[in-house]
């Protein structure tokens, strides 16, 4: 952190007031510096690195990420080790005359990759292919790094031989001569501009207009054209999905790091705001943090970040392993079906937990920020930019609401494959369950045994076993309607969503239960109420589907919302050593909010001051003396008949 | 509109790319055009040009607003009629050598208006007071106009006659030399910067440095100071509150206002783009809208903004019928508790209703925005603007959780009355019927009879009755183990904050249903289901409420839950003519999704295109010829050993 802090191109605290101009050049700027670190340091203290800098720059992280996170990863998923070597041969892996971009995304289309309008159509006469943009909406959009970086794209583009269309695949095309920067012959390329937050990247549109590249130019690890265009189609489709995981498995884990940041300015600046005197402190007005209402508007937010962090690491080590189990499967040495269960089941359960964990990070977000009262408003509080920036996590690397129907539907059908007697995997392993589950009522023999994460889990697995099963019978009432099964899930799409969103909730707290069971000590004794808080807040907030279920009865369910009261209290008195856990420097957070010596206004006062510097009145003598000092009774002439005499009705 | 529309100065469609300080000085042309228009039509149509101008360009509006609204409203509020007259011909009616600031908050005083530091200390032997400001704290902040825009200042400050407080007070203070802009002695004026929106108005920061201005500068309507400092303070100090309601009263309208506008991009956006092939439609991909889950994301928030709607209508005539009676009742002919009664319940029905209508809104402008996908993060969506400048509707005029609590503690108080058998006002009639339904279950003989605005009303009733209740018992409680007042309301304050909350859902879908009950025909028709999907789509959220006091069983829930998946598909089906119905021009609108003509694709690329035209690298010989035409092996030197014979471990 200390290298960042004291690098001149990672000043952060001027970010608020330089222009998009500005800030692309600069983020520009940083690649040098970041590709030294890249090539001269491990692949462990580079990936620290990073997700340190994706938490101060955002906008620098993705415009670095597009070209060795998504081209470079799109090269590694799709390409020959032939084709990858030659690629990194030509410079894709040092940047050496080459830049490379992503582009999948068009105008028209989004998360429905199938279909993509641009097409590649073989040439065989000539052993080429020939990319093109047939209509409007068929313009590559929102394509990171093409408006001023890349020389390179990875384009997806539905395969054409021989008139046949072979779906989506990704093709290597040269955008621009890198000894000029100018566009090749066929490409038309321009800026997208403006967005809601990070403005650091250039993210531009592109046009193909019949550009001819070589057939190696296609990358053909799973499916192969050859030379007389024969199309020879990768046996398991499945298995080349893995890689794509890996943006939304880093998002789980951002969720928790951005909310550490977010939690980080609002409890510190809470902790040292008073507002209103309390009647027995002599006029001192009384801290935000010491407010039971404030407790209740942050510290459940702090708990749900534990939970986003416990669950992100969990997530990367399932990951991980699938990945390492994957390439055994490639390698022929694994259990295939295994492994394919295996993939199935990161693919739904990262899906679900991206969305829901990049939502709730946004929405914690602009609590802290509205929580910040006025302050919230300044830009150089950094929340607003905060949001920004976030905010688009909700939408790229797929849209959460497709993202979590996508878990429901996981669900639905592990559903179904337990009523057939399969044994799940065991983030689902409780439908297994379902006849013992439907019929479970929470069994204490005093309210206060309800506070146990063994409670709580039980309380989740009931409800979710309950909300599923409604959604698998739905589905299976559509099929027996005679609706084909995309018919059918699309139907039961609410109720896909509302299962996804209780599984979920389950899910996090069950990790979080789990991280808090390893530890001992004084810290297990706050993260036990930490944990607790997290899971009676959002049981609290799901309290129609306790009492639908009936695992809760109407006492229970007040007993748990005033434990939430409790525990809020008892959490708030170990708020700030919770916060300085985070170990975020003054320089990461970046707001005067937020500084770890609590001098909040001073440091507010000159950074307002610091960024505003009083100058000559910018527009007194061309506005605002004009308006001010103007000849009275502008616009319609005092004298409106202009000299006209006027007729007396009474005459 | 088509006014505006032709007005150059307010050319909206650039907006997103000038910068905060062309967006001010632009802001600040349009005043002459708008000054031109007061003073040449009638009030009537010069509030409704504003109420177009709030929703076009919100940040003129604010800084418009912030010498008529809130300058000119304070001298209303605090000045004797004389005093008035002085300002008035002073300039400040029509902006001659005259712009007022509202200067109340302060770097560390926001929401608690009577803490406020500056002072303003009573020199008898000069006939003066001394404005000051006493510590960094103390620094009037966030000041719109203060800036760059303001000759004078209507400052609140501690009134201190020969040695004794009086509480917070208005004065008028001059900032600036009318003729130059130079500050006038003592005063001290920064700009506040960068803000997360509104960047159109020049916020700034003040401090009095023992400023002097004559005695006669304290608006004196209320508090009077007479020559030797002999302070005759108001009898009924709650009747000086009316005119303060009047911002949130608008801001109630405005949710709706914003709401229409985001879903007219959203729900037009939605009905042309298209995105997976049904199975059945030749490869046709299906629009969005057409999908359930679209239709669920949209059509309650629709649903909503109708109710904002209606409820913004009945909540302006209820603030005007306070107001003509309060002035009677300064005039002495009005029965005076009727009219502090009225007042009590316009005070808390406007801060609750505020509070919930902007929450509600902001998550609409979100939500809207997300729906568009990725299109939703560019500027020129202008959602995210959208969100921006909207955003500090929750926290200006009340933050909007010190807002929701003083509803709370008015329900609070009006059961406490109703126990003691005092008759309510309407809004809380039914705590007048607390024993009866407390005891009211849903009763119908068939589901379908939910689908009834007396059946929904009714549990709104109910639910509302337990939680205030409960809230009210906690208070209670609290007393009794001999807590003050303000402790106890502190300590109950969740289930206050809870009981508002469903207060507000109930008092909304009332409003709705009574301005439902007043159409006939094909509008009834249609309104009527929207505004079942509002109630049904409220109590779904709220289920846990409605399922704790058991007004409804956990199958009725469930008809509820499916209702709302029907309802949405009805008022889907009549989606667009509504949004029509809302007759926003493509002007107003100003986004590229949302055009009315459909043609989304083409205007949205247009707009890009137009904001972004392509010129000279701007960067590339600086940045990137030097990065990836470098030399290679930079960093460490290859030969690290520098000459140095390795000595051979076998040797």
Not at 20 to 29: A, H, N, Y
Not at 273 to 298: C, M, V, W
Request: hydrophobic share 35%.
């Amino acid at each position: 952190m200390l290298e960042l802090e004291r690098d001149s191109l990672f000043k952060m605290d001027d970010i608020h007031d330089i222009s998009k101009e500005e800030l692309r050049e600069r983020t520009m700027e940083k690649f040098r510096s970041m590709l030294y670190h890249l090539q001269n340091e491990s692949v462990e203290t580079f990936k620290r690195r990073m997700s340190i800098v994706s938490i101060v720059d955002p906008g620098f992280w993705t415009r670095f990420g597009v070209h060795y996170g998504l081209f470079v990863g799109a090269l590694q998923s799709n390409a020959t080790p032939g084709q990858l070597g030659y690629w990194f041969e030509k410079g894709a892996l040092g940047l050496n005359h080459f830049i490379g971009c992503f582009a999948m995304t068009e105008l028209g289309h989004g998360s429905n990759v199938p279909g993509l309008e641009t097409t590649a159509i073989f040439d065989e006469a000539a052993d080429q292919f020939i990319l093109h943009t047939p209509t409007l909406t068929a313009t590559k959009w929102w394509i990171g790094g093409a408006a001023h970086s890349a020389t390179h794209a990875a384009v997806f583009a539905q395969l054409i031989v021989h008139g046949k269309r072979y779906g989506t695949k990704c093709f290597v095309v040269a955008l621009r001569d890198p000894k000029t920067y100018q566009l090749l012959p066929g490409i038309t390329i321009g800026d997208i501009g403006k967005k809601m937050g990070r403005d650091g990247i250039d993210n531009g549109w592109i046009q193909f207009t019949h550009v001819r590249i070589p057939r190696g130019h296609m990358l053909q690890k799973h499916t192969k054209v050859s030379r007389t265009g024969q199309v020879k189609e990768p046996k398991l489709q499945q298995l080349t999905y893995g890689a794509l995981l890996q943006g939304r498995v880093t998002m789980v884990a951002d969720s928790g790091h951005f909310s550490k940041k977010a939690l980080s300015i609002a409890i510190r600046y809470a902790a040292v705001r008073r507002q209103f005197a309390s009647s027995h402190a002599n006029g001192i007005e009384t801290k935000l943090l010491d407010y039971p209402i404030h407790q209740r508007r942050l510290m459940p937010l702090l708990a749900q970040t534990f939970a986003m962090l416990f669950t992100g690491t969990e997530m990367t080590d399932m990951y991980n392993i699938m990945m390492s189990h994957l390439d055994g499967a490639k390698e022929g040495d694994e259990d295939l079906e295994g492994v394919i269960e295996m993939l199935k089941e990161t693919h739904a359960t990262s899906a679900g937990l991206k969305a829901f964990c990049t939502w709730h990070c946004l929405s914690i977000i602009e609590q802290c920020r509205q929580s910040c009262g006025g302050h919230g408003y300044s830009a150089y509080t950094g929340l607003a930019q905060m949001y920004q920036d976030f905010a688009v996590q909700c939408t790229w690397e797929g849209d959460n609401t497709i993202l979590t129907l996508q878990l429901g539907r996981y669900l639905i059908n592990s559903y179904r494959e337990a009523l057939r007697g399969k044994q799940l995997s065991p983030g689902v392993g409780y439908l297994n369950r379902l006849d013992e589950l439907l019929h479970t009522q929470c069994q204490v023999n005093q309210l206060e045994d309800i506070l146990s994460p063994e409670i709580i889990i039980e309380g989740w697995q009931v409800v979710c076993a309950h909300s599923v099963r409604k959604a698998g019978i739905e589905f299976e009432a559509c099929l027996e309607q005679g609706m084909d099964i995309d018919d059918a899930y699309e139907h039961c799409s609410q109720s896909r969503l509302y299962a996804a969103k209780l599984h979920s909730f389950g899910y996090l707290f069950h990790r979080f239960a789990d991280g808090v069971s390893k530890t001992s000590g004084d810290l297990y004794d706050i993260l036990i109420k930490v944990c607790l808080l997290y899971g009676l807040y959002s049981i609290e907030e799901n309290a129609g589907a306790f009492l639908e279920y009936q695992y809760f009865t109407p006492p229970q369910i007040e007993f748990v919302r005033s434990s939430v009261n409790r525990l809020c209290k008892q959490v708030r008195d170990q708020a700030i050593p919770l916060v300085d856990a985070f170990n975020l420097s003054d320089y990461v957070i970046n707001s005067p909010l937020g500084r770890r010596d609590g001098n909040v206004y001073v440091h507010y006062f000159d950074q307002v001051k610091r960024s505003n510097p009083q100058g000559q009145h910018p527009y007194f003598d061309r506005l605002i003396k004009p308006l001010i000092q103007r000849e009275m009774n502008e616009g319609l002439d005092e004298d409106e008949q202009a000299g006209l005499e006027s007729e007396s009705d009474e005459e």
